[in-house]
Nanobody, 121 residues
Framework: QVQLVESGGGLAQAGGSLRLSCLAS????????MGWYRQTPGKQRVLVAT???????DYLDSVKGRFTISRDNAKNTVYLQMNSLKPEDTAVYYC???????????????WGQGTQVTVSS
């Protein structure tokens, strides 16, 4: 099992910055990727940024150039630096981790509890 604990959400003004952190614990040695989704009321969860164990990072088009995902393996932590925030970035942000399941041939996912990000205009 994998446990994910997020921190760093809150209130920011448009144009401001916030940094989200996601601390992973448990069996994390063979995770394929970690990253962040976000969700607004009544809408589906949307992938914002992902950082694979091998490969390049990827971002939602609307956050490219503003958000940066990074990881500190020594601290088992993934970060999402959010700059030039816009009111439309307001959402609950969820950290996720993913591992390939060789028995079911699908990915297993784990989720954090979510952290609210609110951007005022």
């Amino acid at each position: 099992q994998v446990q994910l604990v997020e921190s760093g959400g809150g209130l920011a003004q448009a144009g401001g910055s916030l940094r989200l952190s996601c601390l992973a614990s448990g069996i994390i040695s063979d995770l394929n990727a970690m990253g962040w989704y976000r969700q607004t009321p009544g809408k589906q969860r949307v992938l914002v940024a992902t950082i694979p164990t091998a490969g390049t990072t990827d971002y939602l088009d609307s956050v490219k150039g503003r958000f940066t995902i990074s990881r500190d393996n020594a601290k088992n932590t993934v970060y999402l630096q959010m700059n030039s925030l816009k009111p439309e970035d307001t959402a609950v942000y969820y950290c996720y981790a993913r591992r390939w399941n060789f028995e079911t041939h699908t990915y297993d996912y784990w989720w954090g509890q979510g952290t609210q990000v609110t951007v005022s205009s």
